[in-house]
């Protein structure tokens, strides 16, 4: 059959198939955006490739460049978004595949009726699919490592884990435990200004008196010793927040998550449904409002800082503090995770690998026989240790 015809036929199917999707917005499924995935060499699917930073045809391995966006990336108004609701903000209705176990909300890959939650390792099926409309992603990161470079990553953690058990490594050898996901994050702008009550303490040194028996005898002695001096104090700090980064998924651990940073956010591209091709993505769980007030957390740390340096001495004391926000800016942003949940003794656990570094974070079960057999060793070695002292103390 002329090539040609065969195309224009996985096209007819590719078409009528389109009802069953789940990637990416119902307004970017249209035949125009399905043929940029489609390989022009054989007809084949085409997916994003790491390692060429192209798509890739998995089919004959035909490679294709990503056309730079000329899209600027934009900081979005959040005060206008809060009050209108959606303002001009461009929103994108989404229909993922949620998770009964986890609550996780992922896409499907095309014509596929079950698979397993990567958050969880549960059985997902499309019947349990959900659709929203949802502020759409205005930039990502690409993924930057490749499946194998992120499982031997993976692989040198499980290895230097303490105290894990022998069978850890030997359960964890396939590399299709690894899946791919973009996960969703909000970050935020704003100006600050907090005004503060306190207290300054300087350090002075006084003389004290005191007595000590000396062969049945008391004798009086004096001995300097720091006191601290309060002064009340008030002011006001200002700064400045640019690109605060808050985890908008359920499914993750934030802890973990946030040890995966830094990211090179500063590598972020324009939006492109072609950097999505052949992984999956989570929708946002956490909402704009919400997430701004974890990203008031985030940047108290850094104001408490302010306040203290503000009002200098050798201690400090906060009494009250009342911060105002300005000028509040907002992304939505997709960062590129691989997910692996798998379960060791009934329990799952869930390890994340950031894939732009290979940065490894997540949990991991303890072998109780491994810190059993330490303890003792250690109870063990603090007799022996008693003992040789008295035994020398004695000679």
Known sequence: MPKHISVFIYMIFKKMDTDTTFDFEEENLSSTNQQDLICSACGGHLKFDPASNKLKC??????????????????????????????????QTLHTVECESCGAHVTFDENVVSDRCPFCGCILVVTNTVA???IKPGSLLPFGLDKQQSFESFKKWIKALYFAPNDLSKRMTDIKELQGIYVPYWTYDSDTNT?????????????????????????????????????????SVHLFFDDVLVLASKSLSAKHA?????????????????????????????????????????????????????IGGDEQRITSKNTSYSAITFKHILLPVYISAYRYNNKVYQILV????????????????????????????????????????EM
């Open 132 to 134: 929203a409309t949802q």
């Open 195 to 235: 005004s503060y009550h306190g207290e300054r303490g300087t350090w002075y040194y006084a003389t004290e008196t005191y007595t000590v028996n000396v062969n049945g005898k008391l004798e009086t002695r004096t001995r300097q010793v720091r006191r601290t001096h309060w002064t009340p104090w008030s002011g």
């Open 354 to 393: 950031n894939a732009r570094t290979g940065e490894v974070q997540g949990d991991r079960p303890y072998s109780v026989w491994k810190i059993s057999i330490f303890s003792i060793f250690m109870i063990a070695a603090a007799w022996l240790a008693a003992y040789l002292m008295g035994f020398f103390e």
């Open 58 to 91: 998995e089919t004959c391995g035909a490679e294709f460049d990503i056309e730079a966006s000329t899209k600027k990336i934009k900081e979005l108004d959040f005060d206008k978004f809060v009050e209108e609701n959606m303002g001009t903000i461009e929103m």
């Open 258 to 310: 946030n040890y995966l940073e830094p990211w090179d956010l500063d590598k972020l591209v324009p939006y492109d449904e072609k950097y999505l091709s052949g992984f999956r993505t989570e929708t946002y769980q956490i909402d704009l409002k919400d997430g701004f007030d974890t990203a008031k957390k985030i940047m108290d740390n850094r104001i408490y800082g302010a306040i203290r340096r503000d």
